[in-house]
């Protein structure tokens, strides 16, 4: 739903300025909305007091909303910038900057969560930690040593290195594919 309106408000700035927009300024448009939709979804789930530590499914919306985000800048740079054709390096590359960027504003936003707005969430994070490796089996000792290493890794700086890298890879892995059905080339 913050998609299409974002979609619409792009397309809507777009149509109104003639200028072409180069690709990175194409994809800082894309990424910053995209960034604000995923930025937006997580502050209500935090709002809502939904755990989502516990339920992991919650995370892949946000890969859903960097698709859409990816898919639709894209197609706008090809459409908009291109004059409606473009290889799949052009759109590799537009999507892939698009992904970056976004990964920057995530990553920005994952350490005001940790470090200002939810502060709890590391012990949440732990705990859910505890109780999966509780599950597992673990108990004494093994227990022990597995929440002592868990502990050293699950901090701000930690989580949001693993926030940039993470949707990096994934961010490049998705636009291969997003790449083959956006690219129009010239007969």
Same mark, same amino acid.
């Given at each position: 739903?913050? #998609?299409?309106? =974002?979609?619409?408000?792009?397309? @809507?700035?777009?149509? /109104?300025?003639?200028? @072409?927009?180069? /690709?990175?300024?194409?994809?800082?448009?894309?990424?910053?909305?995209?960034?604000?939709?995923?930025?937006?979804?997580?502050?209500?789930?935090?709002?809502?007091?939904?755990? /989502?530590?516990?339920?992991?499914?919650?995370? *892949?919306?946000?890969?859903?909303?960097?698709? $859409?985000?990816?898919?639709? !800048?894209? @197609?706008?740079?090809?459409?908009? %910038?291109?004059?409606? *054709?473009?290889?799949?390096?052009?759109?590799? !590359?537009?999507?892939?900057?698009? $992904?970056?960027? %976004?990964?920057?504003?995530?990553?920005?936003?994952?350490?005001?969560?940790? %470090?200002?707005?939810?502060?709890?969430?590391?012990?949440?994070?732990?705990?859910?930690?505890?109780?999966? /490796?509780?599950?597992?089996?673990?108990?004494?000792?093994?227990?022990? #040593? =597995?929440?002592?290493?868990?502990?050293?890794?699950?901090?701000?700086?930690?989580?949001?290195?693993?926030?940039?890298?993470?949707?990096?890879?994934?961010?490049?892995?998705?636009?291969?594919?997003?790449?083959?059905?956006?690219?129009?080339?010239?007969?």
């Amino acid at each position: 739903m913050f #998609t299409i309106f =974002a979609y619409i408000l792009i397309n @809507k700035n777009t149509e /109104m300025t003639e200028q @072409k927009t180069s /690709m990175t300024q194409n994809a800082i448009n894309y990424s910053l909305v995209t960034g604000v939709i995923i930025i937006i979804f997580s502050l209500l789930l935090f709002i809502l007091d939904v755990d /989502m530590y516990a339920n992991r499914s919650l995370g *892949y919306v946000n890969y859903i909303i960097l698709i $859409v985000g990816i898919f639709l !800048g894209s @197609k706008a740079y090809r459409n908009n %910038t291109l004059g409606g *054709y473009a290889t799949y390096g052009e759109v590799y !590359g537009a999507g892939f900057l698009i $992904v970056v960027f %976004t990964a920057i504003v995530v990553t920005i936003y994952t350490y005001l969560y940790f %470090t200002v707005i939810n502060t709890d969430a590391i012990s949440d994070i732990l705990r859910v930690t505890e109780q999966a /490796m509780y599950d597992k089996g673990l108990d004494g000792e093994q227990l022990d #040593t =597995a929440l002592a290493v868990s502990k050293k890794f699950v901090n701000p700086i930690v989580l949001c290195l693993s926030t940039l890298f993470g949707f990096i890879i994934w961010g490049a892995i998705i636009t291969v594919v997003i790449s083959f059905f956006v690219k129009k080339e010239q007969n």
